[in-house]
């Protein structure tokens, strides 16, 4: 298959992209820019790196059309937060791809409400982030519905892996507060620390794509959540954290109001985000039709990214 990943080189391509090489594929990866992968990988000798500036083309109304030249039989979207974007590459790929897979979020069901939270649950975003991305999912499974166009939407979690400092237990993405934990000091979460957050490893979510592509039949028309088996609550994710290190747990906890005070006003714009969402998500229909089984537990995918912070001494403990 000649496949075509838009932002092939960012947290998902870094792992996605060989295990595309890997069975067989054509692969041409589209990125704005010539960063490297997180992670190096032979593999990536046999990309082919195609450069285009995404925003630049949509406004010009070249993007869709430039990803049809390349005459692929997949593609893989990355990074679409827009819906205008999405139409333009599917006015310009209908009849043309065999199947097209949308990288979405978890955000689109907005607050939990009955958890972990099913595919079918209605659609309650806010935020302008979550809103657009559950207008291109419910855009593009329309389009499968009526005109057989072969979209599939896949909704990772708080992706996490080496190269990148994950989603910490306060809720931001500080990675100094793991080495405050790791020190053994005391630390503060917001209100008791009963809010979820839901990390998955970026080679899962990679896996999960290999699953839709293998299972186009089951999966095209469908979204997927890709995170991992359970989510965590602050509280236990901080505990967990200190446990790692050696140290035992030193919590201590404040109201929202006051939490928001002893951080950043980035850290508690990011901190609120989260925990309003507080996303707990089920992975059953994915395992049902994708065979997806996620290879890293939410504490184990954080720990090896943890631990690449450590040895690259972005943090010091």
């Known amino acids: 298959m000649r496949t075509v990943i838009i932002g092939g ?43 285009l500036d995404r925003g630049a083309e ?101 992706i996490v892996g080496p190269g990148w400092a994950p989603l910490n237990p306060g809720g931001h993405f500080n990675p100094q507060v793991f080495e405050r934990i790791a020190r053994g000091e005391e630390l503060t979460l917001p209100n008791l620390g009963q809010e979820t957050v839901h990390h998955v490893h970026a080679d899962d979510v990679a896996q999960a794509f290999m699953g839709a592509i293998a299972n186009w ?29 050696g140290q035992p747990a030193r919590l ?14 980035g850290e508690a714009a990011a901190t609120w985000d989260h925990i309003a969402h507080s996303p707990n998500a089920s992975i059953a229909k994915a395992a049902r039709l994708l065979c997806y089984q996620p290879r890293y537990t939410s504490l184990q995918a954080v720990q090896e990214s943890v631990s690449w912070l450590i040895a690259n001494r972005v943090i010091k403990v």
């Open 217 to 245: 039949s089951r999966a095209a028309g469908e979204s997927f959540h890709v995170v991992s088996a359970q989510a965590l609550s602050l509280r236990g994710y901080a505990e967990a954290m200190y446990a790692w290190f």
């Open 58 to 158: 949509e406004t010009a109304g070249m993007f869709g059309a430039k990803v049809a030249d390349l005459k692929p039989d997949i593609v893989i979207d990355m990074i679409c937060f827009k819906l205008d974007g999405a139409r333009q590459l599917v006015e310009a790929l209908r009849g043309r791809v065999q199947h097209f897979l949308h990288c979405g979020t978890l955000w689109v069901h907005g607050h939990s409400a009955q958890v972990p939270t099913a595919e079918l649950q209605p659609r309650q975003p806010f935020g302008d982030y979550g809103i657009q991305k559950a207008a291109i999912e419910a855009y593009l499974l329309n389009e499968a519905r009526v005109s057989g166009f072969p979209a599939t939407v896949l909704h990772p979690g708080h």
């Open 252 to 265: 201590a906890f404040l109201p929202w109001e006051e939490w928001r005070k002893t951080v950043s006003e």
């Open 9 to 51: 080189k960012g947290h998902v391509g870094t792992f996605l992209a060989p295990r595309l090489v890997e069975a067989g594929h054509d692969v041409i990866c589209i990125t704005r820019g010539q960063r490297e992968p997180y992670q190096p990988h032979a593999a990536w000798k046999q990309v082919q790196q195609v450069q």
